[in-house]
């Protein structure tokens, strides 16, 4: 299991990492929210753990992102607040659980482990298609079993088009699926994020672009 410590409070946060580790548990940190988006765009976690109260972007904001990205996350609300309102508007923006500090390192161990297994009775399918392997659960992705590092919104509209399994997928399919609704319809991030996935899948081209149409994926393709 790899966990997300987001925690402003270094102490604490070197402490729950050191208790995880004696547990066989791995774990990231992240002291501001700035840094959990950015871990949490280029590394895949099985649980993270959230301080609600912490610098930049709050647990809230990283919370709302989480479930935003329909990775299926679990995620463990901490905080000092053990009011009932407190945990309920944590649970209201999709937390999983909730602990309130202080607590014994053993709770959070058996809270994340309990996350876990409840993720994995409720793992989606893997999907291949044309030597490519992508693996929702993991958000993982490999190409001829080489394994290729991806952003989170690469990884979304990835998944999009391998789910179509060969079917074209529109710019503005694609722009509801992988962005928010917030999204400017006449941006151009759709074709950007192509552009640099397909680079990042490598050669021969599996995205294929169908002028005026969208994208698909195929075994081979040479068009940009």
Known sequence: ????????????AEAIR???RLEAIASDIAGDGDTALEL???????VAVLDRDIPGPSGDEIARQIVASGSGMPFLMLTAADRLDDKA???????DDYLTKPFEMRELV?????????????RPPVHEIAGLRLDPFRREVYRDDRY???TRKQFAVLEVLVEAAGGVVS????????WDENADPFTNAVRIT???LRKRLGEPWLIRTVPGVGYRIEAESTDG
């Open 40 to 46: 949490l765009d280029i590394n895949s976690y099985d």
């Open 148 to 150: 290729i590092a991806l």
């Open 89 to 95: 508007s944590g649970f209201e923006l999709g937390a």
């Open 171 to 178: 710019a503005e399919a694609l722009l509801e699926r992988a």
């Open 194 to 196: 192509v552009s640099s």
């Open 1 to 12: 299991m790899r966990v997300l410590i987001v925690e402003d409070e270094p102490e604490l």
């Open 110 to 122: 058996l809270r994340l482990r309990a996350l876990q297994r409840r993720r994995a009775h409720a």
């Open 18 to 20: 050191g208790g995880l």
